[in-house]
């Protein structure tokens, strides 16, 4: 799922295009793409747009008179694509959504596989939609930690709860917890001052970096390679490879659809953290540390 520094790129993206540009018609190939009706598409359509903001994970699209958004949330296989042609068609298949038609070239939304969770919100006040998580590139040190503190949590949960920060997911969760060197379960209540201050400094210096990253990679031109899981990323997608800091092989927590990856020597003191199928498979005999680990393949 494209998060706040895919999204702030986008966003960069889109208003070297679309800012100041009249949106002349959208294209809905997809009915389960609109969500919200009130105002209605058409109200957009004639509008020039005034204004581009992110919404936790969401691309807004703010028009003229500031009572027409159209909102973008692309979900994990969403993906922005800008075509320099208008009217320029929409790909075939399901994988098409949409397509916003602009004088000066042509956005189309599509999203892979089969499960259509895309969406697109038309609203009066983007605010709305807002699950109201803490800005985490312009909260201070306390903002940072009453947020974090409020609730007892993990800290992988905490970080990519919407309501308690903004558009921070999976993937980078990942890379924060690595570089702050701590373990993706560690209690959001106990964790003490040092670590706070060192998790409030790698969330910073993370997003601040992935972001000059992605802007990198882009060059200027639109992005069309959004991916959670990229070469540079020291922990997330990177399960049985060397840790970059110490050496050690990148283990993994499995949970429905998603996994959390970490370091054990960086992040648990050394300590596997149970992988919920594997731990009931094993149940006493799953390894406490990676020697464990290394020996229990060995046999």
Known sequence: MPELPDITVYLEALEARILGSTLDRVRIASPFLLRTVDPPVSAAEGKTVTALRRVGKRIAIGFDGGSVWLVLHLMIAGRLHWKPKPGAAIPGGKRGLAAFDFSNGTLILTEAGTQKRASLHMVRDPASLDPGGLEPLTASLDEFRAALTAENHTLKRALTDPRVFSG????????????????????????????????????????????????????????????????????????????????????????????????????????????????????????????????????
């Open 168 to 299: 921070i997911g999976n993937a980078y969760s990942d890379e924060i917890l690595h570089r702050a060197k701590l373990s993706p379960i560690a209690q959001t209540q106990k964790l003490q001052a040092d670590e706070i201050r060192r998790l409030y400094e790698a969330v910073q210096s993370s997003l601040h970096d992935w972001i000059q990253i992605l802007r990198g990679t882009s060059k200027g031109d639109f992005p069309e390679h959004v991916t959670a899981f990229r070469p540079e990323m020291a922990a997330h997608g990177k399960y049985g490879e060397p840790c970059p800091a110490c050496g050690a092989k990148i283990q993994r927590i499995r949970y429905a659809s998603n996994e959390t990856n970490y370091c054990p020597n960086c992040q648990t003191g050394g300590k596997l953290l149970a992988d919920r199928a594997l731990s009931r498979l094993l149940g006493s005999d799953w390894p406490r540390s990676l020697e464990e680990l290394e020996a229990l393949k060995r046999r």
